[in-house]
């Protein structure tokens, strides 16, 4: 079984910034693509920024230059430091992973619980 915990998450003001950390984990044998996601009220859910298992990274256009992710392979977690924070930023943050379970078994997406990022002007 697989589980995803999220932290960091609260309420800053405008121009701030928060660092949300996620922790994977369960009996896995590796993870592949580890990433962050949100969805405002109203809105689905897009995708924030995501890592592959060697560090490549990939931002949405919205946070590039503010947001940065980060993994720690040793320790299955995924961090997203934001930095300039904007009211337009406010969400429910969740982390996704995809794992793979065994040597021969499939890679499946899991998705955290979510952590709410409030920004006010």
């Known amino acids: 079984q697989v589980q995803l915990v999220e932290s960091g998450g609260g309420l800053v003001q405008a121009g701030g910034s928060l660092r949300l950390s996620c922790a994977v984990s369960g009996s896995i044998f590796s993870i592949n693509d580890m990433g962050w996601y949100r969805q405002a009220p109203g809105k689905q859910r897009e995708l924030v920024a995501t890592?592959?298992?060697?560090?490549?990274?990939n931002y949405a256009d919205s946070v590039k230059g503010r947001f940065t992710i980060s993994r720690d392979n040793a320790k299955n977690a995924v961090y997203l430091q934001m930095n300039s924070l904007d009211p337009e930023d406010t969400a429910v943050y969740y982390c996704?992973?995809?794992?793979?379970?065994?040597?021969?078994?499939?890679?499946?997406?899991?998705w955290g619980q979510g952590t709410q990022v409030t920004v006010s002007s």
């Open positions: 996704n992973a995809e794992v793979r379970l065994s040597l021969w078994g499939s890679t499946n997406g899991y």
């Open positions: 890592i592959n298992n060697g560090g490549s990274t």
